[in-house]
């Protein structure tokens, strides 16, 4: 691999790993990083540099209320710590993953994931305004006994389904950018920015101290294909492209567009806040910088979408 080869920015959901409708067992999760890790092989057989990232909404919400479930007898950990917790769970999954499926090419290309932490602003106004989901999601009835017994902030992410909300503060800065860098282009797969990132603000002192949040990992894949001048960004969702009027009697699937058409959407209110349009903001962001193309699909068209048959294509020009 050499910076000569294509570079790509794999944003995987954390619903991809811990679909809604399950229990999200170690083994149920096992069983869909492997089956998504099948559809990015075809990425390797192009040799492309790769490097992936992942949501852990599902995950570090289960861990969050594990640890508050048990603070009367094991010390609470808080938010940042769980992040990590889950980067390095959801990467030792992905990592060993790949690493079969790399072992069954027959390629000597290596898996590292990092701990990656995230550099925001310690006043962003989003830390007092959670908007971020995380965990499992309720009934309006059981979201308000979760409000009673642990203080939750939750929100109706869809109709008749609340999750709770957190904070999620805009990532400014990747620590290690440049070490990520020169992995991916050496031809190693990366593992990076998992779960957003760890969010982190330097004080005063100019000292680095971890913040209680969760960064949306769609915007740090589009800051980390910025740092690594990435040409693609395929962001990994539960539908396999996005839609206009969506779920109306006038939905239209939408297969390729420019970022002047999905911005003038974005501000009409087409994509919805917890769903689509922070994917739509980090796609516009991406493009803006170094950024060919973005591809927003299933896990399931991932291959399809490759050779342009399946998802949404974003183009900074179209199809031109």
């Known amino acids: ?68 479930m048990t603070e009367s007898v094991i010390p609470p950990l808080p938010l940042g710590v769980l992040v990590a917790n889950t980067q390095g769970a959801i990467g030792y999954m992905i990592q060993q993953s790949l690493q079969n499926e790399l072992y069954a090419e027959d390629t000597e290309r290596e898996v590292v994931t990092f701990i990656s932490q995230m550099k925001v602003d310690g006043n962003d106004s989003a830390i007092d305004n959670p908007n971020k989901f995380i965990g499992k999601r309720y009934s309006a009835e059981d979201a308000e006994k979760m409000v009673s017994k642990y203080g939750w902030k939750l929100k109706e992410q869809e109709p008749g389904e609340w999750r709770r909300v957190v904070p999620s503060p805009t990532p400014l800065y990747i620590f290690n950018g ?46 980390l294909g910025r740092v690594l001048k990435a040409e693609e960004l395929f962001i990994v969702t539960d539908v396999d492209n996005i839609y206009l009027n969506f779920n109306t009697p006038e939905q239209k699937s939408i297969t390729n567009a420019t970022t002047s058409e999905v911005e003038t959407w974005l501000e009409n209110g087409e994509f919805g806040e917890g769903s689509m349009a922070p994917k739509i903001r980090a796609g516009i962001y991406f493009l803006k910088y170094h950024g060919q193309k973005v591809v927003i699909t299933s896990l399931d068209k991932i291959e399809d979408a490759i050779h342009g048959n399946a998802g949404t294509i974003i183009t900074n020009k179209g199809n031109e």
């Open 178 to 223: 440049r070490s990520i860098k020169h992995l991916v282009e050496f031809g190693t797969i990366v593992i990076a920015g998992g779960g957003g990132g760890i969010p982190a603000f330097n004080k005063s002192d100019g000292s680095l101290n971890g913040l209680d949040g969760v960064i949306d990992k769609d915007m740090s894949a589009a800051l």
């Open 1 to 68: 691999m050499s910076r000569q080869n294509p570079t790509v920015i794999i944003a995987l959901g954390g619903n991809a790993i811990s679909p809604k409708n399950e229990a999200g067992t170690i083994e149920q999760q096992f069983k869909h990083t492997r089956d998504s890790l099948k559809s990015v092989m075809s990425f390797v057989k192009k040799r492309y540099n790769i490097c992936i990232t992942h949501g852990n909404g599902p995950q570090v919400g289960a861990e969050l209320l594990k640890t508050e």
